[in-house]
């Protein structure tokens, strides 16, 4: 059993050796400088950070398989046997995107696909998001086998490309063509959850993910009589458009409390001392929000489905009514809101606007009651006894949602210790992106012991 000293190191006959601690901090910084910028519409090329992946895996034993769907657009899969893999818990899928989003390097204080290591802080695009993941997956793979350490799920490693695009190279690849390779998942674990969050007074949270919001990009059109400007047009295709954008975009979405947020506000709520009762009649999250001061930025987002006016489009010329007009919406719909989301759409748009999918993602809700979330929150816990971990639904979407489609429930657990000053999530696509040292030592140890220990129940 694991056990804290005085000095607040941890004893767990952790395989997590110096070398795994140099190695997490290379290996970041070296995938960093493979630039795998997704540009979108398949313009990306992953497959230099995959072959490096792949050979990390295969010097510690493992026998990694490199799969394209499309030339260039590298994902890697291998499995470790686990010692107890039939005892009921299932394999564990453990996977990271080996792509990164667009970086301009005029605008950051050091190259973006330079990898450096500067006064204890690795820069690069990449370095929170998520090549950090990656690298401690690596590192945590290349201990065991030095130590001889077997978990006792299996567990399955994935590198995926496309995760920042569409995923169709990616995780949507390997769940629709390659299901073989994830035989026996369970459950997963990615990115976007136990990062460290400073709330007030020196209190460090850490939210562990445990859900996601749908996708729903939409497509609305409106048609019309085309004419001259200067005539009345009651059947004007702009103006038709522009009342559905309006009543889209100052939509009041009602407040929908998911199994997660539930929980993350009942937490949160004992944690911060105040009190709340989520099923009385007159409870308002927002008054509760109120109370929970930095931390509230956590459970806002997903309370509500949400719907953005993004982009418009009509007319040639100022003279000339169109025949049609189109815009574009980012609505984002919470686990079980589908139906409300789509019922909405309908009425707001109107008889006259057609509103289709552009492009949709499902929500997904994973249990927070799960063996698997408690090994979760108990590895945290040991390597930052001060700090608390609490469930949380992603207000965006990951390569989880492909992998939902062979049943494997997606938790977000990418873990860091981060100081205060270093805003997880203004550095996720951000400008000077950069993870501290002792993050990365941090994250391994954690990530190690969680891999180890997660398993059927004694
Ligand atoms: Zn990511």
């Not at 390097?105 to 190259?111: D, L, Q």
Request: aromatic share 8%; proline share 5%.
């Amino acid at each position: 059993m694991a056990e804290a000293t005085a000095q607040g190191t941890v004893t767990d006959g952790s395989p997590v050796d110096e070398t795994a601690l140099d190695e997490v901090v290379r290996f970041t910084s070296e995938l960093i400088a493979i630039d795998t910028t997704n540009r979108g519409g398949g313009d990306c090329r992953e497959r230099p950070a995959a072959e490096y992946a792949a050979e990390r895996l295969a010097e510690a034993g493992l026998e990694p398989v490199v799969l394209e769907r499309t030339k260039g657009r590298s994902n890697v899969v291998a499995r470790i046997a686990g010692s107890d893999p039939d005892a009921g818990a299932g394999a564990l899928l453990v996977h990271g995107h080996l792509d990164v989003v667009p970086a301009e390097a005029a605008e950051w204080s050091v190259h973006p696909f330079s990898g450096e290591v500067r006064d204890g802080v690795v820069w690069g695009r990449g370095a929170i998001d998520m090549k950090n993941m990656d690298a401690m997956i690596l590192a945590v793979a290349r201990a065991w086998a030095r130590a001889g350490v077997r978990p006792r799920r299996d567990i399955v490693i994935a590198f995926t490309a496309d995760e920042e695009d569409s995923a169709k190279d990616g995780s949507g690849f390997l769940a629709g063509q390659h299901p073989e390779l994830f035989e026996g998942c369970t459950e997963g674990i990615s990115e976007s959850g136990a990062f460290t969050f400073h709330a007030e007074g020196g209190r460090r949270l850490y939210p562990i993910a445990a859900g996601e919001r749908g996708t729903a990009w939409l497509k609305l059109t409106a048609q019309g009589r085309a004419g001259h400007g200067s005539k009345v047009n009651r059947t004007n295709a702009v103006s038709r458009l522009a009342a559905a954008v309006s009543r889209i975009g100052e939509h009041d979405w009602p407040v929908r409390l998911t199994p997660t947020v539930r929980a993350a506000l009942t937490e949160l709520a004992a944690l911060y001392g105040v009190e709340a009762d989520l099923d009385a009649s007159d409870f308002d999250v927002d008054a509760l929000l109120d109370h929970l001061g930095r931390a509230a930025a956590l459970v806002a987002p997903t309370v509500r489905n949400s719907s953005n006016p993004t982009m418009l489009s009509a007319g040639y010329k100022v003279n000339v009514v169109p025949g049609s007009a189109t815009a574009f919406v980012d609505g984002r719909m919470l686990p079980g809101g589908e139906q409300e989301f789509h019922d909405t759409l309908d009425r707001l748009t109107g008889p006259d606007v057609d509103w289709e999918f552009y492009h949709r993602e499902v929500p997904l809700q994973a249990p927070v009651d799960s063996a698997t979330f408690a090994a979760m929150r108990e590895a945290v816990e040991l390597f930052d006894p001060a700090g608390t971990t609490v469930p949380y639904c992603m207000s965006g979407g990951t390569d989880a949602k492909q992998f939902s489609q062979l049943g494997i429930v997606g938790y977000g657990f990418s873990p860091l210790k981060l100081p205060e000053g270093f805003d997880y999530q203004a550095l996720f696509h951000g400008v000077d992106e950069r993870v501290p040292v002792e993050a990365l030592h941090f994250g391994a140890r954690v990530l190690d012991h969680f891999m180890r220990n997660t398993g059927p129940e004694a």
